[in-house]
């Protein structure tokens, strides 16, 4: 009878902690979903509406004219041509470069890897400044041209450590045994390195493309006076700023009609959703990685 009990108590605390967890994971996902809905609400709101305020999850009177506002901008279809194209290509190299040379500070045989790693390491803590910089820039003939953006960042130190850290992780005896089997170190690399390290490269990945997609100072710094190698960030900068300007140039009798228009508010909102959701995109095919990896860390643990 007290065993029947016990079950019975066991089983009413399981349900419990079910109703707990449920209503727990429901106010989370509330709060972390409210402000993407009121910002998506605000960007698809008449600009006049959205004035008054009191917008939450639904916008009041529905209509698309914030995002016409931003597509009529004949340069902005050359922002993002240049932007995904920086995007795919930066990640892509970026992520070579630094698993290449996490792997060479991997092995233990390499025989200046305290040299380079401390080198690197002070990288991240000392930089020669925006002038320096800029005429480094300009003495590599990189300013006006499209590698301007590819180019100057694609080793990153603090990427090189974390994908070293989960290599030195990785049993040394199969890089041991490709070599014994005639591999040599790019084959080791390429075949034996890379599978085993898709969790880490999938969050550098992530890293880098949205390092890439939301990158505008480097556009402005070198390339803004070049309309074919402008970049999406950089046009939508540029609308938000005439935007509000426009705004606080127009006086009390054409104030209804500017807003009638468009205002500042919708705009940003509209703004902020076409910068997001490209990454959103991408983020579920990445996501099984992150998982992976997850439970590769609490294996070996």
Not at 244 to 273: F, H, L, W, Y
Request: some cysteine; hydrophobic content about 50%.
């Amino acid at each position: 009878m007290a065993s029947s009990s016990k079950a019975f108590n066991d089983t009413r605390g399981d349900k419990i902690f079910n109703i707990c967890n449920i209503i727990l994971m429901s106010v989370i996902l509330i709060i972390t979903l409210y402000p993407f809905l009121n910002v998506l609400a605000i960007s698809l709101n008449d600009s006049t509406d959205t004035v008054r305020g009191g917008i939450y999850l639904w916008p009041r009177e529905f209509t698309w004219e914030n995002y016409k506002t931003i597509f009529n901008y004949s340069s902005l279809i050359t922002g993002f041509k240049i932007t995904i194209f920086r995007t795919v290509l930066g990640t892509l190299l970026g992520l070579i470069s630094a698993s290449m040379l996490a792997y060479t500070l991997s092995r233990p045989d390499f025989k200046s890897r305290k040299f380079v790693s401390t080198f690197l390491a002070l990288t991240m803590y000392f930089t020669g400044g925006l002038v320096p910089t800029y005429m480094l820039m300009r003495h590599m003939d990189l300013i006006g041209t499209f590698w301007i953006y590819i180019l100057p960042g694609i080793v990153s130190a603090y990427n090189v450590f974390i994908i070293r850290s989960f290599i030195d992780g990785l049993p040394y005896a199969l890089q041991e045994s490709a070599k014994l089997d005639g591999a040599n170190d790019f084959k080791i690399y390429y075949k034996v390195i890379l599978p085993l390290c898709k969790p880490v490269l999938a969050t550098i990945s992530l890293f880098l493309a949205v390092g890439q997609w939301n990158a505008w100072f480097d556009t402005y710094l070198y390339n803004g006076n070049k309309a074919h190698l402008t970049t999406l960030q950089y046009e939508l900068m540029k609308i938000l700023q005439s935007t509000n300007q426009g705004a606080r140039m127009v006086n009390a009798n054409d104030m209804a009609n500017q807003m009638a228009q468009v205002s500042p508010e919708s705009i940003k909102m509209a703004i902020t959703i076409v910068v997001t959701v490209p990454i959103l995109l991408v983020y579920p095919f990445l996501q099984r990685y992150f998982v992976d990896g997850m439970t590769l860390g609490a294996v070996k643990a």
